[in-house]
C-alpha cells in the first residue's frame, strides 16, 4: 500500500524551513528517505528503523513515530542545493518479503529560491 | 568506486518493438533491483535479484518483461513487445546489506 506524502510541492526562500511527512496506514519496517534531482539518480538521505528513532545530519533530520506508521523530513535552514524531489520508501518485511523491496511515495517536489 | 551505470540512457523506440536495458551494479552488491517511474507517478518495485536468483519478482507488471542477471554481475531488462504503457524511466539500484540502495541514473524509454 502505497505511502502518503505531503505536501506535493514546497517553495522556499533560502534559510527558511521546511517538513515533508510521509505517512502509511500500517505499521512499517522501516522507512527510507531519497533526493533526486532532475535528471539524476535518487540519493540516499537516510532509513530509521526504530519507533520514536530521530536521526540526521547537518541541517537535515528525520523522525519515525512510536507506532512507526508515519515519518517526517526535516530541512531546517535551505539551502539552494536543497531542491529536487524528496521521496519517502517504506518497507514491510514479513512472510518473505524481500529486504529492499521499497513502496514509494508520490514525491515532494522541494524547490528553492534565493 | 564506481556507482551504478545504467545503459541507454535515453531510448526511443515504436511500438511492438522490443528494447534491452542494462544495469551494472555497484562491484561486490548482491542485491540488485529494478524499479519504474511512470510519469508523474510513484517509483514502483519491479523485481530484486539476489546474486543470480530472483527473490521477488512480484513488481513486474506482465510477461512482455524478461530480467536476468548472468553469473550475479550485471543485469538486463527486456521489453517485448513494447507498449505505449511502458514508456516510463527505469531505475536500477544495488546494495550489500539491507538498507540503502545506490540507485543509477535511469533509463528513460520513450514508446511511440
Known amino acids: 500500500q502505497q505511502p502518503v506524502q505531503s505536501p506535493q510541492a514546497v517553495i522556499l526562500r533560502e534559510g527558511e524551513d521546511a517538513v515533508i511527512n510521509c505517512s502509511s496506514s500500517k505499521a512499517l519496517y522501516s522507512v527510507h528517505w531519497y533526493r533526486q534531482k532532475h535528471g539524476e539518480a535518487p540519493v540516499f538521505l537516510m532509513i530509521l528503523l526504530k519507533g520514536g528513532e530521530q536521526k540526521g545530519h547537518d541541517k537535515i533530520s528525520a523522525s519515525f513515530n512510536e507506532k512507526k506508521q508515519q515519518s517526517s523530513l526535516y530541512l531546517t535552514a535551505s539551502q539552494l542545493s536543497y531542491s529536487g524531489t524528496y521521496f519517502c520508501g517504506t518497507e514491510w518485511v514479513a512472510g518473505g518479503t524481500s529486504y529492499g523491496k521499497l513502496t514509494f511515495g508520490q514525491g515532494t517536489i522541494l524547490t528553492v529560491h534565493p | 568506486e564506481a556507482g551504478v551505470t545504467q545503459f541507454p540512457s535515453h531510448s526511443v523506440i515504436e511500438k511492438g518493438q522490443t528494447v534491452t536495458l542494462r544495469c551494472d551494479p555497484i562491484?561486490?552488491?548482491?542485491?540488485l533491483y529494478w524499479y519504474r517511474r511512470v510519469m508523474g507517478k510513484e517509483i514502483k518495485f519491479l523485481l530484486h535479484f539476489v546474486k543470480e536468483s530472483k527473490q521477488d519478482e512480484s513488481g513486474m507488471p506482465n510477461n512482455r518483461f524478461l530480467a536476468e542477471r548472468t553469473g550475479g554481475t550485471y543485469s538486463t531488462l527486456k521489453v517485448q513487445p513494447a507498449e505505449l504503457e511502458d514508456s516510463g524511466v527505469y531505475f536500477c539500484?544495488?546494495?550489500?546489506?539491507?538498507?540503502?540502495?545506490?540507485f543509477g541514473e535511469g533509463s528513460r524509454l520513450t514508446v511511440l
Open positions: 562491484s561486490g552488491h548482491d542485491n
Open positions: 539500484a544495488s546494495s550489500q546489506v539491507p538498507g540503502e540502495l545506490f
